[in-house]
């Protein structure tokens, strides 16, 4: 299949060493050379797109159609009418709980005694999407929110994402279950206590 992958850091890296693993067309936007998911990139024998505004991806970025644009740990905004199947993102969250920049903290600042994430449709509204698939965990006492990240959330991420493509690849359909807009809480940034001051 061809995908356009749009991320950053650990998380985009991973996401693309297991999509390379499979065999899929690749097409790798980056927010810049230094960043891991663009090294990781050309240590596989890719040519990174690298997007000057970190916010927007354009499609300048974004050359020709793909079957899949998928968005691993990117903040971007995303041109939606590049996917032939489907624009799909991951949030560490159950959806459409804690739509926001900051679902862990919020997930553990409630003290949510269970968290997930969720592979959903991008759309023009933040973390919106119909949902593709969806796994949770327990949070652990005294867990912090980069604890879960990496301990959970992460793995979850990847996998979720591996089992989506894999399916789509199979199907050439993607699941999407609206999201029940009752339950939507969201997760803003949180300042720390030195900005606040």
């Known amino acids: 299949m061809k995908i356009a992958l749009i991320g950053s850091r650990w998380f985009g890296s991973e996401a693309l060493k297991l999509l390379h693993a499979r065999g899929h067309d690749i097409h790798v936007v980056a927010p810049d ?6 090294q990781t990139a050309v240590e596989l024998g890719y040519e990174p797109v690298l997007h000057t505004g970190r916010r927007r991806v354009t499609h300048e970025d974004l050359p020709g159609e793909y079957d899949v644009v998928l968005a691993a740990y990117s903040h971007a905004f995303i041109p939606l009418d590049k996917a032939k ?52 965990c327990f949070v652990l006492p005294g867990e912090d929110a980069a604890s879960l990240w990496r301990r959970e959330l992460a793995p979850m991420g990847l996998r979720l994402i591996v089992e989506v493509v894999d399916d789509i690849a199979k199907t050439g ?25």
């Open 173 to 197: 359909i993607c699941r999407a279950d609206p999201q029940d807009p009752r339950f939507v809480t969201l997760a803003p940034r949180i300042k720390d206590d030195a900005s606040a001051a």
């Open 85 to 136: 199947i489907a624009s799909l993102g991951y949030h560490p969250s159950l959806l459409p709980r804690w739509r926001g920049i900051a679902s862990v903290e919020w997930t553990i600042k409630a003290g949510d005694p269970i968290a997930g994430g969720s592979v959903y449709h991008l759309t023009d509204e933040m973390d919106a999407g119909a949902i593709a698939a969806q796994d949770w």
């Open 33 to 38: 050379a230094e960043d891991r998911l663009a």
